[in-house]
């Protein structure tokens, strides 16, 4: 290695290599100089995605100016920025750029993170170029702002159409009396309308800088080649931020009770919607500990509510869930909950079976054999995401959004005990912690218990 | 630009093997990939007055069987399997309705304990394919059908709670009602209740002693061993039934191949309708027929015509009607490759119907004047390309490439569809972009007042 090239690779952190053998898979990650994680997933496939997270989403409403102030901002601020980094200063939108590449760019935006990404079948170089350059050079007009509000506008009117999307606001809401998962990620109409391109320079500012973002690739290419490629098109970033505005990481304490325990809303469905939603407070801090309890979960949530479960099928058998049912756990640093959502005639009978399932099974636990049975389903849900590039950066992204190590999950799956399923399915599904919330389209019911 | 096809070599095509006269298996071997695909399927010629029975039995022969009668039975071995993710296959392509099932498995070295997984799935599926639960009398499950019939008129009914599903429902079954095969799988509500038991398993049984059975395997097990497997496990059921087990002929079924679809009614000029409908969006579809099918010549180029239209980043539809003006979030077209239509949707505000509109036919008569840009040209042919290219990367995506050109009587491989594409000209895009005659414009009202956001509180 020549010296230039040896400094070079000291002034990163050390490359770190990471194996399963389980699944006979590696990838590399670290530091590039501007302080930017840098994660490469090698893969023989057709296709690469790559992926630039920032730890900038829906639930971040606040960021501190470089005198230590903190400044409000609207709902829908970090989707709207996402959809407006896309216009570039001569008024085209960078998707042209990836198209004439060969790529397709897109992005998303979370409550914890906004990601932009592309898919390419060609050399994907120059792409990667283009995202790097693109997410870290804003250009706000007030004239580019007005025209994406109509346009953004439309989004929401779509998602509100969307009665399952309403479901899950109504449900939130219910659930957490403070944090912002109460709200909408793509804001309101009026309040995306109170935006400036002051407000958006400066969340980028804050929260756009290297020790807040993540590079995630994975395809048919180096670490090498990807460091290579990061030099070229990252090399004056992060030099300047020194006294700039700062990310705020605001905490949203809620108490273990929800909001409200019973909720409806109206809607026009066919039959009505229900959610049955139990509220997790003790999600622990720690990013391991919080992936195993997300694993645990996952298990008692299949041997529990799955579709070849007595709940789901006794509820089926006697007509009153439709195949429309959905369940599972939810874990973010802040918030935890499970949730189980389905169609009925009968919201308050379900909810009534429900409770008295918890009931039951928190006295019975779970069988040897429903934990070993869901534990396996767990394994292949896990192993079968790591066949598609797009998928496999999706679950990188979210490891490191989540603090954990890609593979600690195929880990954790292997070393957790019935015993430990039981604990916790005694200490979260409580029926005391429940929230059941109906969408119908009769007029709402007022009735908070 | 972009990876040389001349110089990568063809990839091998699928090869068809004759298991039992109208069985097929179709075989894609490859290690690349943690889990495999397998489909059985029974494609019937599309009827209008059949297509929901069909739909009905699938459901019912998923719901129970002699060795799992009930569907918590059958839930239950198959997350023993790993939760094989199992899906009934009913799609309507070509002329035919193809009944059956799919299941995407972990392949065998990825397994913590020895099993036969891919058998086990086999079994699974003529478990419910040959011995789904029946009454003493050897009518299908009673109970089930009508259970069944309650559920499918409930996802009928469902369909309104989704706008969007909901005008372009209604717009299929309106562009489509000269057609004897009908769109709607689902059928209506009248018909579902006119349903019965003893019918459902006349067609059952009809369908178990004439339809050709097409199998299709994407994975790592050797063919010969799968052949093997297929034989032993479909042998039996197939003799119960009454079917030759005598050696069958390589190659698809020509009875299962493409027939042809009737042709399109033309009304006088064009047929305009219009429905409200609770919901705080509208949406404006257009349906325009051009007559190119997949397998014709014009095919390329009518690919490359939707995708300038309206599929690619930098589309027609998204550079023009959404940036330009703000009208939509969402605006794309689709082309019906078997059908040779092509259909737009928008999703607007109802007040922006007229200059919605307005935009819309302009970007069709721009592509028909060849109005669009080099830049937008090779970014549909790159798109397009790249959108092929990754039908590789997915055991699923190569069973659909290929399963839909066997049907269509097509030795194609992925690398011919791409270099077909490069060969296509702008002046073919715009050639065939004059077949596009606009026959319906459908346009659902959203006559819902402002959603709950607008009322949610900041914080």
């Known amino acids: 290695m020549s010296d230039g090239l040896d400094r070079e690779k000291k002034e990163r952190d050390a490359v770190r290599c990471v194996t399963s053998e389980l699944l006979r898979e590696r990838y590399w990650e670290f530091h590039h100089r501007s302080g930017l994680r840098v994660q490469v997933f090698p893969k023989k496939r057709h296709s690469c995605t790559a992926m630039f997270t920032v730890q900038f989403g829906a639930k971040d409403l606040a960021y501190r100016t470089a005198e230590g102030n903190e400044v409000r901002v609207p709902q829908g601020t970090a989707h709207f920025l996402e959809h407006k980094l896309f216009t570039l200063p001569d008024g085209s939108d960078v998707s042209e750029r990836f198209a004439s590449l060969g790529a397709d760019a897109n992005a998303w935006t979370d409550w914890d993170q906004t990601s932009y990404l592309f898919t390419t079948t060609e050399p994907p170089a120059q792409a990667l170029r283009t995202l790097l350059t693109f997410v870290t050079h804003p250009y706000f007009t007030e004239q580019t702002i007005e025209k994406e509000q109509g346009i953004i506008a439309q989004e929401i009117r779509a998602e509100e159409d969307n009665p399952w999307e309403r479901l899950y606001r109504q449900t939130m809401r219910a659930l957490y009396a403070r944090h912002p998962i109460r709200y909408p990620i793509c804001g309101t109409p009026s309040s995306i309308r109170t935006l400036t391109p002051e407000i958006l320079y400066a969340c980028h500012a804050a929260f756009y800088r290297p020790e807040n973002m993540t590079l995630t690739v994975c395809g048919d290419i180096t670490w090498e080649e990807v460091a290579r490629i990061a030099d070229e098109a990252l090399t004056d970033w992060g030099k300047n931020s020194a006294g700039m505005a700062g990310v705020i990481r605001r905490r949203y304490p809620e108490t273990r009770p929800p909001k409200e325990k019973r909720v409806v809303g109206r809607a026009p469905v066919a039959k009505p919607l229900f959610s049955l939603t139990v509220k997790d407070a003790g999600v622990p801090q720690d990013a391991v500990g919080r992936l195993r309890r997300e694993v645990v979960m996952g298990v008692i949530s299949e041997a529990l509510f799955s579709r070849a479960g007595s709940f789901y099928n006794d509820l089926f058998e006697s007509g009153h869930v439709t195949p429309n049912y959905s369940y599972g756990y939810s874990v973010t640093p802040e918030i935890g909950y499970h949730a189980v959502s389905g169609e009925t005639d009968d919201p308050d009978t379900v909810n009534r079976a429900y409770l008295s399932f918890l009931e039951k099974v928190r006295t019975e636990g779970m069988s040897p054999d429903d934990f070993e049975r869901y534990r396996r389903v767990l394994y292949a849900g896990f192993v079968s995401g790591f066949d598609d590039p797009e998928e496999i950066a999706d679950l990188m992204v979210e490891a490191q959004g989540g603090g954990y190590p890609l593979f600690e999950r195929l880990r954790i799956l292997q070393d957790i005990t019935l015993e430990e399923g039981n604990r916790l399915l005694r200490e979260v599904m409580d029926p005391e912690w429940t929230v059941l919330s109906i969408l119908q389209s009769d007029p709402p019911v007022s009735g908070n218990d | ?459």
């Open chain 2, 1 to 459: 630009m972009g990876l040389s096809l001349e110089i990568l070599g063809k990839e091998p095509l699928p090869e068809s093997y004759g298991i039992f006269p109208g069985v097929t298996l179709t075989v894609c071997p490859t290690q690349a990939f943690k889990v495999g695909y397998l489909s059985m399927l029974l494609p019937v010629p599309l009827r209008r007055e059949r297509a929901p029975m069909y739909s009905l039995l699938l459901s019912v022969l998923r719901r129970g069987t002699v060795r799992y009668p009930t569907i918590r039975c059958l839930n239950r071995r198959l997350d023993e399997l790993y939760a094989t993710p199992y899906s009934l296959g009913n799609d309507a392509v070509g002329g035919w309705q193809c009944l059956g099932f799919s299941a995407e498995i972990l392949e065998e070295s990825y397994l913590p304990e020895k099993l036969d997984l891919t058998g086990e799935i086999l079994d699974i599926m003529c478990e419910m394919l040959f011995h789904p639960l029946c009454d003493g009398d050897g009518v299908l499950s009673r109970h089930y059908t009508a259970s069944e019939k309650k559920l499918m008129t409930d996802a009928l009914r469902a369909i309104r709670n989704h706008p969007a599903a909901y005008a372009m429902t209604c717009f299929q079954e309106a562009f489509y009602e000269y057609d004897a095969c009908g769109y709607l799988l689902c059928g209506s509500e009248d018909r579902i209740a006119g349903f019965t038991a003893e019918a459902l398993t006349d067609v059952w049984k009809e369908l178990l002693q004439q339809a050709p059975l097409c199998l299709f395997y994407v994975g790592g097990m050797d063919p010969e061993r799968l052949q093997a497997l297929v034989k032993e496990r479909l042998g039996g059921c197939l003799s119960a039934v009454g079917r030759a087990v005598s050696d069958g002929e390589g190659g698809f079924p020509e009875a299962a191949r493409s027939r042809p679809l009737p042709s399109p009614v033309h009304w006088e000029g064009v047929k305009r309708l219009q429905d409200t409908l609770e919901a705080g969006q509208s949406h404006l579809i257009f349906g325009f027929h051009a007559g190119v099918t997949v397998g014709m010549p014009e095919f390329g180029a009518m690919m490359l015509c939707n995708e300038i239209l309206g599929v690619s980043p930098v589309s027609l539809l998204f550079t023009h009607v959404r940036e330009e003006r703000s009208l939509c979030y969402s605006c794309t077209s689709e082309y019906y490759i078997d059908r040779g239509d092509l259909v737009i949707s928008v999703g607007i505000d109802a007040s922006s119907r007229q200059e919605a509109e307005k935009a819309v036919l302009d970007q069709v008569q721009a592509i028909r004047k060849g109005a669009f840009t080099d830049a937008q040209w090779e970014a549909a042919r790159r798109s397009l390309e790249s959108s092929y290219a990754q039908v590789e990367d997915s055991p699923k995506a190569i069973a659909g490439f290929y399963g839909l050109r066997r049907r269509f009587g097509m030795e194609e491989r992925v690398s011919d569809c791409r270099m077909a594409f490069r060969r296509v000209t702008r002046e073919d895009v715009q050639k065939v972009a004059e077949k596009l005659e606009l026959s319906m414009i459908y346009f659902l009202e959203g006559t819902g007042t402002v959603g709950e956001a607008e009322e949610e509180d900041g914080d």
